[in-house]
Nanobody, 114 residues
Framework: QVQLVESGGGLVQPGGSLRLSCAASGIRFSLYAMGWYRQAPGKQRELVAVITSGGVTNYADSVKGRFTISRDNAKNTMYLQMNSLKPEDTAVYYC????????WGQGTQVTVSS
């Protein structure tokens, strides 16, 4: 059974930092491209960042220079380090795995507010 479990969300003040984790099980993690998506209330789900199986990364323009995606294949875990958070980063953040199939996590809430 495939599971993607996000953790690390929460409430943070503007300018603060959070690190999200996505722990994967039931897949050959190292073969999958992994990504973070987010969905704010009333908006469509959007890509935040992706990292290929080879470690190549890509970011949405809105988070470039502030967020860093990484992966640890030995731990079957992906991370998203989020710095200089803004209120507009408030959303549910979802983990995504893509290879022959695609899988989603349940999401973790990130709220940026003073």
């Amino acid at each position: 059974q495939v599971q993607l479990v996000e953790s690390g969300g929460g409430l943070v003040q503007p300018g603060g930092s959070l690190r999200l984790s996505c722990a994967a099980s039931g897949i050959r993690f190292s073969l999958y491209a992994m990504g973070w998506y987010r969905q704010a209330p009333g908006k469509q789900r959007e890509l935040v960042a992706v990292i290929t199986s080879g470690g190549v990364t890509n970011y949405a323009d809105s988070v470039k220079g502030r967020f860093t995606i990484s992966r640890d294949n030995a731990k079957n875990t992906m991370y998203l380090q989020m710095n200089s958070l803004k209120p507009e980063d408030t959303a549910v953040y979802y983990c995504h795995a893509q290879w022959l199939n695609a899988f989603w996590g349940q999401g973790t809430q990130v709220t940026v507010s003073s």
